[in-house]
């Protein structure tokens, strides 16, 4: 099963390194933010493997991305262990709907409540308005 999700890296944890049966072996973590409802949520994605690491640099903090994973889980002593691995991360199109947020900024606003303000002093001359 084949997932995806789309969230903001907020954190990316040290990468780990071992040896196993089969060689070497490189594993990183990070962390997501992405909006559920009302209210954000937070989730742990992994990669495995040198080349994924090796891709998982190119992404900063605060970058908006969607990450294609898998879901596994696995049993040790009694215990049950669930780890989304992330297998593709791509950027998203909200990086580039950032910059319309700075194109309407508050000094537009006071720009045209400055506006009105002339207008209003013009309106005080005409006393016709009940308001």
Known sequence: ??????GTIIRK???QTGVSQ??????QEFIIEYQEGAYPSQA????????KVKDLEKFQI?????????????EYNGRWYTD?????????GSQASAPVHPEVPPVQETGNAQAPAPA??????????PF
């Open 62 to 74: 605060g970058d908006s991305v969607k990450v294609s994973f898998n879901i596994s889980s696995r």
């Open 22 to 27: 089969r060689g070497n072996w490189s594993k």
């Open 13 to 15: 944890l040290n990468v």
């Open 120 to 129: 209003a002093a013009d309106d005080s001359q005409d006393d016709d308005l």
């Open 84 to 92: 989304l691995r992330a297998w593709r991360i791509d950027t998203t």
């Open 1 to 6: 099963m084949s997932l995806e999700i789309e």
């Open 44 to 51: 742990c994605f992994s990669v495995w493997g040198e080349d």
